[in-house]
């Protein structure tokens, strides 16, 4: 099934980051690289997927504003998903500016973290 999952772009469970204590190490341990109004926690999980979490900063408008944020970064990810090397644990965190409140403008800024970090495939 994971197969599939790659080929259709899927999101699977597995490729979910939730556990509040694999956040709090990423964000501790985890090599960072940002640009104006987000930032890519990254570090090698050992396994053959990567793994994504998508946390939002304190504040972060309202809830209709947070569920939207959190699609867009979902999508992002889907849409980026085959050009990644594998075996990473990531956190995209998005800091709400008018700039990246679009699904272009935060495939750009994925883009261009995913660069930085060294994640794109070649």
Same mark, same amino acid.
Not at 28 to 40: D, F, H, M, Q, R
């Given at each position: 099934m994971e197969k599939d999952s790659l080929k259709t772009g899927r999101f699977t469970r597995r490729e979910h980051i939730k556990c509040p204590d694999d956040i709090r190490k990423l964000f *501790?341990? $985890? *090599? @960072?690289?940002?640009? +104006? $109004? %987000? @930032?890519?926690f990254f570090t090698a999980n050992g396994q053959e997927i990567n793994r994504i $979490?998508? /946390?939002? /900063?304190r504040g972060y408008g309202n809830a209709v504003q947070r569920n939207a944020s959190k699609r867009y970064s979902r999508e992002t990810y889907r849409f980026f998903k085959s050009h990644l090397n594998t075996g990473f644990d990531m956190l995209f965190l998005v800091y709400p500016? %008018? +700039?990246n409140n679009s699904f272009h403008s935060r495939c750009k800024i994925f883009k261009i973290l995913c660069q930085k970090a060294g994640l794109l495939k070649e």
């Open positions: *501790k341990t $985890g *090599k @960072k690289v940002s640009v +104006s $109004g %987000a @930032k890519l $979490g998508f /946390p939002l /900063p500016e %008018a +700039s």
